[in-house]
């Protein structure tokens, strides 16, 4: 995610966090922003986990198997 779109994030946060009321185009952008961010840091993980391989105790790799 860019770091634009954090940075947009976090002044619309502390905009709410000091008592000012957010605008509904403010809140739509908001609330697509988060989405957006949340989506960034579930594939982030995801991609961590797709090379992530657990080791018995004979040094044998296993990869991690989806639910």
């Known amino acids: ?34 989405r957006e961010y949340i989506a960034a840091v579930r594939a982030n993980l995801e991609a961590q986990l797709d090379n992530t391989y657990l080791v018995d105790e004979n040094g044998n790799e296993t990869p991690l198997k989806r639910r």
């Open 1 to 34: 995610m860019e770091r634009a779109k954090i940075d947009r994030i976090n002044e619309l946060a502390r905009k709410v966090k000091a008592g000012q009321a957010l605008t509904p185009e403010e809140i739509s952008e908001r609330d697509s922003l988060r």
